[in-house]
């Protein structure tokens, strides 16, 4: 079954907080002062949106997520 993902508004904070650098998950959590299973969440909807690139470890914003 397929099923849309959604941008939500808090998905564009950690955007936002992603920058144009690589962060950790632990990075996030305090950057953001969220709890770490919505960090989690978040970033997962922003990689099935194709935002948010996870490579060994550590998070970047694609080419889809970073500002124009």
């Known amino acids: ?6 941008f939500r508004s808090g998905d564009q904070e950690l955007l936002d907080l992603i920058g144009a ?5 632990d990075e996030l959590v305090l950057r953001s002062g969220r ?3 919505d960090v989690a969440v978040s970033l997962g909807r922003l990689e099935g949106l194709t935002r ?9 914003a694609s080419a889809a997520g970073r500002p124009r």
């Open 35 to 37: 709890s770490l299973d």
């Open 21 to 25: 650098d690589a962060v950790t998950l």
């Open 1 to 6: 079954e397929f099923r849309r993902v959604l």
């Open 52 to 60: 948010v690139e996870r490579s060994g470890g550590w998070f970047v």
